[in-house]
């Protein structure tokens, strides 16, 4: 009668003489194949693996260099096209333990995208939220609702669920960025949408201003355009300026020099994107910081649920994942599972270590789940 | 350098003629080869499964007999014994279409757990939330942070995260219920914790009281004790119990037929268990529901973000879940994947039809990503 | 050219010699008399009444006794009609420091309101919002939006804004009950809107349910109506039943035997009516709450922000407001001022002491002006 | 027994033959004596005026010329002296409706401040939240928990409850600037705290930065220091300046002019000043705002529950408030009571209008008893 019990089960089990197991016996292996026969599967054989004492992640810690990354999307500009189907040319980080997905973490979805000149990527709009961050080159415009902005190096633009966008090199040079999407993370929950743009909307804006309009309504610290003021659960502020976020992390290291405690640690300041709206996380899934470690200072050891990838925007440095130790340069990018322990710490004899990230912090903090673990003594390499 | 790249790449591309896809070339399949061994996954061949049009699940729509269940439940309980290590002897649904893994759906873990007279389920504690529902029998007692919790037929009795918990048969026959969980939503994004339970805790505590202390501090309507103003996340009350449903839902119907527009759609009643001190969902995960079909009525149609399980409470009717239609009746369990449209309807010539939901749908409320869509016109059966 | 200076300023300024004052001299008198030409007040001479160290009340603590209130309801009952323009026939509580006003406090209204038998109060609304309170009697229903609400003996009934409602007595005494609203502080912030009700409307249900219709879809601890969840300011729910309030606070006090810390302090229960669909105040203006001082016992000392009304229930004891000390008794009212100190004691040798409390500490709450002291001895009586 | 019956009550009652007034008679009187003895007022009587169909203000609408406002200011320079005790040299609008009170409306204080060169406004700190704001001159730092913040021409500068501050004039002409508060709002709901200044703390920090601490940490768009993350009620800047505010202004009318709906009607543009930790109002019970008018162009004429004060930044034009009309240029200060239509039109002639504006908006969002009405036809000069 129940159609599916015709095929082959999918559960197989297996009775083994293990602590916490049952004794294995005939009855016990009739017991399993009713099990399998009626799709169950028992708690007693899964728990460790289901409920560890803490999270394990599937993901493993892993480095992508730069110039490989952009060697690549080069090979790439030249022979593949961009156009409707494909839709992006946009090369997305595999963590090497999960199985060959384009997935940077179980959550996160990293990738470099390429346009060369005079390309256009059509429009669409899909329901996961992304964003773009620029570690070098300029020439792309980004086309959100029919506002152009301009993507430069140091730029942070989010671009929240369900916007119309397409992008278009104005430069005579290709250029390279990063994308961040939570698509793992929305093909796991199924809940995505996604639909094309239409010919000749305002996708094919070709305009090239130096601000967005987004920009000239929103990009003003503390004020709030009276005629805008409908609760936004993303921003509505397309573009981040690598002006502002400098300045700011050259503050809030300045700051510190003067005796005021505003860095996370000494040596170690941080400005999280956020949305003037709200003043929470730039989107509903995605988490984005900037952080600056001075040169020959380091970060202290953290442990946070949920996963990270990172990119060096700027300076040489070392950084740790668990067991793995790298030197990084400008324009790596690397994860950082589930609560694995991470540092980061700035080369003596270099500049400041820049490091731009982004999380799936904001679903936990929602869902009531984060925890974080700071160690107390900071790991600097002075 | 990279030591991963010596093992072999989990990444797998292949270049195929088809719209969308770059014309397969010796180049192209160079530059496949170049992603493979850098741990790249392009966009363009991945784009149609990972960002289709609207949700369509991994998960089938599939039903587990209620006299099944039990069966195998009570041929566990001869054989399986309950203690540290496998902690609970709980059955779960394992959804065909998703490896044999113990999912309901990809988000939902759902079993059915049983216990012999005088046993115990060992303390302990976890970041899941979870929930029992009793669709028959009586006799146990969870204790939950030393409150010991009457289980009865009809009640709902959540459990939220972090909470200590043990389960005791205090009864002379062996006692079966339901438990959900949203282990599979905290495996996948890696945000668990455990611990197993002291010796000797209150969880030694085998008394059997008619009310727990959660109830008496909090079963009242709109009644808030001084003494418990902090925020809570999930629910502290740990027993809604089946008199105060079923009076509910009655008196929804009943006030339907007065001429007052208080259902879901005509002889379509619903309650939601929430948390009291917010009015959201009880859990900050799992939503749950008790819903009643007048005889001879039906549900509007209904698409959602998200999955749900059901279980039959009482009735006999008919239940289409996208392509799949059953008869159903008491304790039949079955499942709803995301965005798949379900309709119920129950006998003309039964009772009414009472049915228990539970769902994901707060993950998606949370996020801002919750989209439901309900057709105007009813699927009664008269 | 500016007409009101042709009138005599309302601002009148004497130089005087004291401290943080500028000495008198006739060029002071020049400067004073130019203020009082142009509307002008200077702090310094104001600063020491409008900026005081902490909160200094206007309102003096005050009781009324509860059988002078009804004696002269009762001789209201007999001559002043009610209807249409009077609206109602409520006699309010006028603190002896606030002008002959008839405000209980500053901010709130507290009346004693009187119904004939067979008579009705016309339907109305506004946007003050209301409770009523019954310390004795039964018989009248207060119709909401067209649902008839019993009123009895220890009932709490919210009110809230712009909502049609009307009073009829079905019974074949007169009956009197407390109104609070907070009709002062909608006046001094002049944000207040009334209309009169329509005639013909559902204001002239005479019916006398058991139960109203809301207590019908709302009244069941945490349970939601699924065809309700829109957000909602106020509370659904329009009965808050003597029966569930006297078994909450007797269970507070019972687990207190049993040595679970659920009182206020030893012997002190207390259980504050909210809004179901948000866990926080009933009104968003008013807090009620009802308290019970076990016999023999006493709370503890405290001071708060804003300003309280009370209402003995039931027993006999003790209340210290400031510097006054009441012994009180069934019906007492009485006003405890903003940041007086208040004590409650029960008789050792009579019954408990039921006191209902409505405050408008939400106010402060929701700007986040709320402070409370509270001492750490309890002042009981044994 | 009741002490206060002693003596003479301030409740007088009359009886009046009126509509909606029981008739005078002798039984009348008598029950009228009783309600004064024991201080009772009816509600039938006074209800016309406490519960009125709209909200009609106490207040009027008045309008104080900045030329004279600054020439008293001026003189009090000249004469009294800046010290403890008095604490400010501040001078307040005194609505001519209200008694003589330095209230500008029912709930908000409006001064104009004067420091002379070398002088030192003594450190305090209230729960009263205040702002200041420059509509010329310069010269003067406020000090704010030690952090010096320099206040010029356009900047507004809040100053939230319970911080310590200070301000000093380090230039060596005068400097005027206006001062908004909450004092009457707390004064009425008696919730205000105040503490003097330690002698030798952080306000005796004469320094003159360009910008302060919080600026540096605060002052970008969108961007939040990760050290930073608590909640905060009201805003963690202490300056939003000028340049911003203007250009803010300008780009909302060149986008206007370019096609795009972002001003609130017509040639009126206008910001908020928000509190970046949350997107709301800048301060829990102050709303501040700077709007622009194009010359030639008028506000829609709009009515609001709560008051407002205005105070021209700069350009000439005409306000009409209710039944007054006045020419305005720069400095002049006026009054909205709440529920009174106002429009403002620059003049064609001249250059665009400024108008700096405050309001007590945010009590009644937070409280739910918001209303606007905007009327649909613009209000335009030309």
Redesign the interface.
């Known amino acids: 009668m129940?159609a599916?019990n015709d095929?082959p089960?999918?559960?197989?089990l297996k009775a083994v003489a293990a602590?916490?197991?049952?004794e294995p016996?005939p009855?016990?292996e009739?017991?399993y194949r009713?099990?399998e026969r009626?799709?169950?599967?028992?708690?007693?054989t899964?728990?460790g693996d289901?409920?560890?004492?803490?999270?394990?992640?599937?993901a493993?810690p892993?480095?992508?260099?730069w110039k490989?990354?952009v060697?690549?999307a080069e090979?790439?500009g030249?022979?593949?096209?961009v156009?409707?189907?494909?839709?992006?040319?946009?090369?997305?980080?595999?963590?090497?333990?999960?199985?060959?997905?384009?997935y940077a973490t179980?959550?996160l979805w990293a990738?470099i995208q390429y346009l060369m000149p005079g390309e256009n990527a059509p429009e669409h709009r899909?329901?996961?939220h992304a964003f773009r961050f620029v570690v070098e080159g300029e020439g792309v415009w980004t086309v959100v609702n029919g506002d152009p902005v301009r993507m430069s190096r140091g730029d942070f633009l989010p671009q929240s669920?369900w916007n119309w966008h397409s992008h278009h090199n104005a430069a005579s040079a290709p250029m390279a960025w990063i994308d961040g999407l939570d698509?793992p993370?929305?093909?796991?929950?199924?809940?995505?949408?996604?639909?094309f743009g239409r010919e000749g909307s305002g996708a094919s804006d070709r305009s090239t201003p130096q601000h967005s309009?987004s920009e000239?309504?929103?990009?003003?610290?503390?004020?709030?355009?009276?005629?805008?003021?409908d609760a936004q659960?993303?921003?509505p502020?397309l573009a981040?300026r690598w002006v502002?976020?400098d300045?700011?992390l050259r503050?809030?290291l300045?700051?510190e020099a003067e005796g005021?405690?505003?860095?996370?640690s000494p040596g170690h300041a941080?400005?999280?994107?956020?949305?003037?709206?709200?003043?929470g996380d730039?989107l509903?899934?995605i988490r984005a910081?900037m952080?600056r470690i001075r040169r020959g200072a380091g970060s202290r050891a953290r442990r946070e649920?949920?996963?990270s990838v990172y990119q060096v925007f700027d300076g040489v440095g070392t950084v740790t994942v668990g067991e793995r130790t790298w030197a990084v340069g400008r324009g790596d990018m690397f994860v950082v599972?589930?609560?694995t322990p991470f540092t980061a710490a700035a080369d003596a004899g270099g500049t400041d270590l820049d490091l731009f990230r982004f999380s799936?912090s904001?679903?936990?903090e929602?869902?009531?789940?984060h925890?974080v673990l700071v160690e107390e003594a900071p790991g600097g390499t002075t």
Chains 1, 2, 3, 4 share one sequence.
Do not use: C
Not at 50 to 58: E, N
Not at 185 to 195: G, I, M, P
Not at 260 to 264: E, F, G, K, N, S
């Open positions: 129940n599916v095929t089960s999918p559960v197989r602590p916490g197991q049952p016996s009855e016990l009739t017991l009713g099990f009626e799709l169950l599967v028992p708690l007693w899964e728990i289901l409920m560890p004492m803490h999270p394990t992640s599937r493993s892993h480095i992508w260099r490989n990354l060697a690549l090979q790439a030249r022979i593949v096209p156009g409707r189907g494909g839709e992006r040319r946009a090369i997305a980080l595999a963590n090497p333990s999960l199985g060959g997905k384009p179980p959550t990738a899909h329901t996961q669920a698509i993370f929305s093909y796991y929950t199924e809940s995505q949408f996604f639909e309009r000239r309504l929103w990009g003003y610290p503390g004020l709030r355009p009276v005629s805008q003021l659960s993303a921003t502020l981040y502002d976020t300045r700011a503050e809030q300045a700051l005021h405690a505003v860095t996370l941080a400005v999280r994107f956020t949305n003037p709206t709200t003043g730039v509903p899934t910081e952080h649920v949920g996963s599972p589930s609560w799936d904001p679903i936990f929602a869902l009531h789940a925890r």
